[in-house]
């Protein structure tokens, strides 16, 4: 059992609307409830969809980046034919 204390100018609106459906006001003010449960469960679940695809996406970034990294050591290789010239780099 809930009992909700409203102000007398919500009261007098969900009477309102209760009248104009033909349903009770508990009737009125339960499908509401019910529709904003289901409606915050809907954001929750996307909420932590969007997380997921931001996690995904910043692991695809990383590895792109990464195979762009090995993409150009290996076009260093293939102009240096792959000698390791060290911290110094090529001799004068």
Known sequence: MLGIRLSADDEAQ????ARETG????VVA?????????RDAIDDKIRAATCLDADERCRVVEQASG???DAWL???D???GGYDWGP?????
């Open 14 to 17: 969900l009477q309102r609307v």
């Open 23 to 26: 349903r009770p006001k508990s």
């Open 30 to 38: 339960r499908d509401w409830i019910r529709e904003r449960l289901n």
């Open 67 to 69: 195979d762009a990294t």
């Open 74 to 76: 290996r076009m260093l």
């Open 78 to 80: 293939a102009e240096d």
């Open 88 to 92: 110094n780099g090529p001799p004068v």
